[in-house]
C-alpha cells in the first residue's frame, strides 16, 4: 500500500508516519528530512536550498522529484508513505508517473486537518532529536528532565531553523495557496480521506487506521 499523507506544517505528518512505520512496516520518504539531511551533510544542492527552506519557501519541484525518484528506485515491501511530497499539482503528476513506471499507484491521500491557531502554537513548542529524529513538545511531549531522548539517549534537542513565526507565516501561506489544491486533485481521483488531527496523536492514529482499513 502507497499512501500520502497531507496537511499543513505542524499537522502531524512526521509523527503519524513514524506510527505507520513502527506498525505497518511501511517506509516513510519525508521530502522535508531529506533536504535537511542534504543541508547538513554540506552538499551544493544542501547549501542551495538552506535559504530557502529557512524562509518558508518550497524548493523546486525539479529538487524534490529528483529526490523521490531515487528512493522509488530502492522499493519498499510494505509500500511507501509520502510524506511533505506532492507538495504542489505538477510534483502529485510526477509522483503518478513514477509510481505508474513501477506498475504501482496511490492506495490513499490522508489530509490531516489542524485550525490554524493550533499550527502556529504546535510549531512554536516543537523540538526534535538530532541524532534519532524525535518529536518532542513543550505542551504535550516535554524533553525529558534528564535531558536525555527517550528513543535514543542523546541530547542534541534541535529547533528547525523554519519554526521562527515569519517562517511559518510563509508556509502557511504556501501551502493553502500550492499544497491545498492537491485536496481537490486527490478527491476527483477518488482517494482523498479527511482524518481530525486535532485530537491526541493515539486519536488521529486511530482516524489514520481507519481510514486505510476502510
Ligand atoms: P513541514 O511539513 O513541517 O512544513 P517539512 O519538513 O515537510 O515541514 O518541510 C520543510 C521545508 O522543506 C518546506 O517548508 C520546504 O521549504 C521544503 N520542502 C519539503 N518538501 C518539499 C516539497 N515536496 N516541495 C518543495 N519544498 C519542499
Ligand atoms: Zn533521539
Known amino acids: 500500500m502507497n499512501i500520502v499523507l497531507l496537511g499543513p506544517p505542524g499537522a502531524g505528518k512526521g509523527t503519524q508516519a513514524r ?11 519525508s521530502t522535508g528530512d531529506m533536504l535537511r539531511e542534504a543541508k547538513d551533510s554540506g552538499t ?5 536550498v538552506a535559504e530557502v527552506m529557512a524562509r518558508g519557501e518550497l524548493v523546486t519541484d525539479e ?9 522509488l528506485e530502492e522499493g519498499a515491501r510494505g509500500g511507501f508513505i509520502f510524506d ?16 505508474a513506471a513501477e506498475g504501482q499507484g496511490l492506495d490513499a491521500v490522508i489530509v490531516l486537518e489542524v485550525d490554524d491557531e493550533a499550527l502556529v502554537q504546535r510549531i ?10 524525535a518529536v518532542y513538545n513543550d ?3 516535554p524533553i525529558p528532565e534528564d535531558g536525555k531522548c527517550s ?27 500550492k ?6 486533485y486527490y478527491h476527483a481521483k477518488g482517494l482523498l480521506a479527511r482524518v481530525d488531527g486535532m485530537g491526541e496523536v493515539d486519536a488521529v492514529q486511530a482516524g489514520i487506521a481507519r481510514a486505510l482499513d476502510d
Open 19 to 29: 506510527h505507520l512505520v513502527e506498525t505497518r512496516g511501511m517506509v516513510q520518504l
Open 44 to 48: 551544493s544542492m544542501g547549501r542551495r
Open 63 to 71: 529538487i524534490v522529484i529528483g529526490l523521490i525518484r531515487e528512493k
Open 84 to 99: 511533505g511530497f506532492p507538495r504542489t499539482l505538477s510534483q502529485a503528476d510526477a509522483l503518478g508517473d513514477l509510481l
Open 124 to 133: 512554536a513548542a516543537r523540538a526534535t532529536c538530532g541524532t534519532c529524529g
Open 139 to 141: 505542551l504535550t511531549r
Open 151 to 177: 528513543e535514543c539517549g542523546a541530547s542534541d534537542f534541535q529547533r528547525r531553523a523554519d519554526d521562527t513565526e515569519e517562517a511559518l507565516r510563509t508556509r502557511l501561506l504556501e501551502y493553502y495557496k
Open 179 to 184: 499544497t491545498s489544491p492537491l485536496i481537490g
